[in-house]
């Protein structure tokens, strides 16, 4: 850890009202040379802005939304739709089916059977059908790709199977947006573990000529992709550019999302540090000398989940267990390993949630946490005042191969 | 990816009863129920370590998942269950009769924002922590009235 580094930095980010930065490491010891200014790229064909606010509901609190234009394949029948989750703890585009009113077709089954899916999050699912469409994200186009459509009315009947997993995420109310952008680390949302006959049942894909719907294994190019990854270029990453937020939160944050990782003179990799991920996407975090493995840097949590009351020394909130309110704001540290043996110290602060959420017009929290026993999951206030790139795998870039993170 | 916790247990403590049938069993229930479960679960694998005053049953499910369950020497009953993997397994017969208290706690922990990330369920008789990410979960749920005695909820994993 280098204490010293990091507080003299900690002071320098506080001046720009942001309590959470990195500074990237080599081996966890060296510091590299000082963190640049943070560059937001503007508007631009590989650019999509992105906004933290309170979303379709008007409660969201660090969300951030974007819009993507999809498309009947190979038409100009096209619809915009905004207040879409921008998600790199998931891969593939997924659309509410009240926000959506495309006809797009089906996909099949070897039969001719439409596929239907169920997402499984944390403690809900999401279940709809799978069509195809064509997005257009500024100047990228992803021609013909498998989208999840949520709460399909053509299929209400939800096997037991995929509702197994809690409540249903199936409306905007529940799911929180009009849809989901996930660009993570992955190209599929599933991968082999889908496509192998026989293989591991994951509940994930199902086709339902009678019911209840059954399992169906299904073939990488049919599962739900990540849009970046089907562009013709600038298909390698993804590089998340929000601004720093004042400790009091602010109402809105505005920021861009960049496609591609050093294919244009706008998302060059610059001075960040690449940390390689496992398989999983996972990687360590070391806090107070203990490392815990399976981290995940998540834009999709709204909060910096890690440990617990007793190990973080923070109180949980008295109406909500799951978020940390303690008495006064708490600055803490931590570091975070790539298996490639980089590593990067984040500072970051940690303020009452019943103080932040006290006047409701407010969005955007860079200081808002909460317990994930034994674990770290860096939701969206990581991302706030540094650009984080995301490295899709087994795509080449200027740091090598994804999967893998750098900031 | 190597399994988490484990080194919660130290391995010395655990002796190894091969001899044993594989098992597997849902929350609350007694260990006799456990093989049907594991059918259920269309469980690939079994094994079976003991702690002090309590049993860890381990299997892979048809999801991937890797499931503990813990069973109290002392009453032959399921007081707590672990998860990891990549998918979740099913969570209806992990949690057998506390599925609807789990689906209603779950409910109330995304809050009126439709708040995502983990989820830390605490109730009287129940006990729930999970989070993850697609293609990455893990979770550990335990009902502390059938813990036995002095059991650090630390060696749940």
Known sequence: MTGGLLRRTALTVCAFSSWLLITACNGGSTPVSPTPPQAIAPAGPNVIPITVNLGPLGVADNIAYTSVTICVPGTTTCQTIDGIQLDTGSSGLRILSSALSLPLPSETDASGHPIVECLQFVASYSWGSVRIADAQLSGEQAHGIPVQVIGDPQFPAVPDSCSSTGPSADTVETFGANGLLGVGVFRQDCGSACSVAGGANTNMYFTCPNTPCQTIAVSLAQQVVNPVWMFSSDNNGVIVELPPVATTGQATASGSLVFGIGTQSNNALGTATALTTDLDGLFPTVYNGRSYSGSIFDTGSDALYFLDSRTAGLALCPDANYYYCPATPQNQTATVQGLNGKAGAVSFQVASADTLFANSVLSAFSNLAGPNPGQFDWGLPFFYGRNVFVGIESQSTPAGFGPFWAF | ?157
């Open chain 2, 1 to 157: 990816m190597p399994l988490r916790g484990l080194r919660a247990i130290s391995v010395s403590a655990l002796l190894l009863a091969a001899a044993t049938r594989p098992a597997f069993a849902t929350l609350g229930e007694q260990e006799a129920s456990i093989e049907n479960d594991r059918v259920r679960l269309q469980g690939a694998r079994t094994s079976v370590a003991a702690g002090n005053g309590f049993a860890v049953h381990e299997m892979v499910t048809a999801s991937g998942a890797t499931v503990r369950e813990y069973v109290a020497q002392a009453t032959g009953r399921v007081f707590a269950v672990a998860w990891q993997g990549s998918w979740q397994p099913d969570f209806r017969q992990v949690f057998g009769s506390y599925f609807q208290q789990y689906v209603q706690g779950a409910q109330a922990a995304h809050g009126n924002r439709a708040r995502r990330g983990p989820v830390v369920i605490e109730q009287s008789g129940l006990v729930v922590e999970m989070g993850g990410q697609p293609r990455a979960f893990y979770g550990r749920a335990y009902v502390p009235q059938l813990m036995p005695q002095n059991m650090d909820t630390g060696t749940i994993r």
